[in-house]
Nanobody, 119 residues
């Protein structure tokens, strides 16, 4: 009974910023990896950023995006600065969560939020 709810997408001009949030709720024993994927029309799904104890980024977003997490809120964030039109995509958060003790962890996904960057 784990649910991931994300928000923060929208329309922004090139050079602007957005902050995405994704909160996990329900039965949570532990959370390992949290992060973000994105998928643009006609393109493959791309891993944007992950965070365990520290962050990792795709080369295309390094220096512009920052991933962070608030363990008390079971929430992962993606701060996106200096946005470019090529960042336009649906962004999906994910988390590897063990919902109960003695049950293997599973990957859970948010519903997706649209980010559109105009030129």
């Amino acid at each position: 009974q784990v649910q991931m709810v994300e928000s923060g997408g929208g329309l922004v001009q090139a050079g602007g910023s957005l902050r995405l949030s994704c909160a996990a709720s329900g039965s949570i024993f532990s959370i390992n990896i949290m992060g973000w994927y994105r998928q643009a029309p006609g393109k493959q799904r791309e891993l944007v950023a992950t965070i365990t104890s520290g962050p990792n980024y795709a080369d295309s977003v390094k220096g512009r995006f920052t991933v962070s997490r608030d363990n008390a809120k079971n929430t992962v964030y993606l701060q996106m600065n200096s946005l470019k039109p090529e960042d336009t995509a649906v962004y999906y958060c994910y988390a590897v969560i063990q919902s109960q003790r003695s049950i293997p962890p599973l990957v859970y996904w948010g519903q997706g939020t649209q980010v559109t960057v105009s030129s």
